[in-house]
């Protein structure tokens, strides 16, 4: 407090999860085989995407940005809540450091709800109009839709940030998280907050209800068109096509709207930091495996994608045999 008061700047410690310290080491090696499990899973579908021609289609195109945004967002998170773990909740953090993690935060998530429904409205077309699919859903409008979906990210995180950041903090500085969320920052406040809860409120129905009730009328239209097809292949194909991205829309929009769309007087921060864990760690790294798994043509792309190494001509045998022979013609040694 006496280095605050002399330098104007507000800091800030998480809440350790245990303190016990033979916990620390653990804690650290559980969340760290997360983040990279997560870096690894978005890393592989990306790269999948961008090399597989097969998947140069806008549903992929989609899945790809998606794969980028939840890199982002758990490099955000991750590696500050690393380091706290391993200080035992002892490491600061300024105000403006915090502030910029939860701008960073309330962008990315923002952005991947809108993507969410920007997805659901492609398989919409995709099923319900097939005929007119490829003129519906121009690289145009794919590239207008994800710039909007960032843009819409963005303003929805500017004026929130600056409104926390500007409010003023005293006494206790012990953040009952392992991450700048906003409520919990909140909560820190020595003056009233409710028109600060009610904008946080705000911008979640704007992120999280208005594209979940979005995906919920793509859906709906999509089942409606599924249920008139004749073909029971068809059916299959259809709802297949669409499982794995219902997976992920369940488990992203169950988790936010456990935070961010519940009276602030029944938020607990015990349930907001346990659940908080899974949208931030276990969500990046199951949702790579919903894709993979429940999606033939990305799990044949991703099988693809892990054999190149073995025929790829610049490391494969043909080509050591090649250069073995190459050699041999220099030398004369193929002539003895």
């Not at 870096?39 to 992929?60: A, C, E, K």
Request: proline fraction near 5%; include cysteine.
């Amino acid at each position: 407090m006496e280095e605050e008061n002399r330098t104007g700047v507000v800091y800030f410690h998480f809440h350790p999860f245990s303190m016990d310290p033979a916990m620390a080491p653990l804690l650290f090696v559980a969340f760290l085989l997360l983040y990279l499990g997560s870096l690894v899973g978005n890393v592989t579908i990306g790269l999948t995407v961008w090399r597989d021609h097969s998947l140069h289609t806008p549903m992929y195109f989609f899945l790809f940005v998606l794969a980028v945004l939840e890199i982002g967002y758990s490099t955000n998170i991750a590696p500050l809540t690393l380091a706290s773990i391993l200080s035992m909740g002892h490491m600061l953090i300024s105000l403006p450091s915090c502030g910029a993690q939860m701008f960073f935060f309330i962008l990315l998530g923002g952005s991947d709800c809108v993507l969410l429904a920007v997805m659901a409205y492609d398989r919409y077309v995709a099923i319900c109009h097939p005929l007119h699919y490829q003129v519906i859903m121009s690289w145009r409008l794919c590239g207008q839709m994800t710039v909007g979906s960032l843009g819409l990210g963005f303003l929805l995180s500017l004026p929130l940030t600056i409104l926390i950041c500007r409010l003023p903090f005293c006494g206790h500085s012990e953040i009952y998280h392992f991450f700048c969320d906003m409520p919990a920052v909140m909560r820190l406040a020595c003056v009233d907050t409710r028109m600060h809860e009610a904008a946080l409120y705000a911008i979640s129905v704007a992120a999280v209800a208005v594209p979940f009730l979005l995906i919920c009328l793509s859906y709906g239209c999509i089942v409606a068109t599924i249920l008139r097809m004749n073909s029971a292949e068809g059916k299959r194909r259809a709802f297949s096509t669409c499982s794995s991205h219902l997976s992920v829309v369940l488990l992203q929009y169950g988790c936010c709207t456990l935070i961010y769309l519940r009276p602030s007087s029944s938020y607990s921060p015990e349930e907001g930091r346990a659940v908080s864990v899974v949208y931030t760690f276990f969500s990046p790294v199951l949702n790579p495996l919903i894709y993979s798994i429940r999606n033939q043509e990305v799990a044949d792309a991703v099988r693809r994608l892990m054999e190149i190494p073995m025929r790829n001509p610049w490391i494969g045998p043909d080509y050591l045999a090649s250069l073995l022979s190459h050699h041999r013609i220099r030398t004369g040694q193929e002539y003895q």
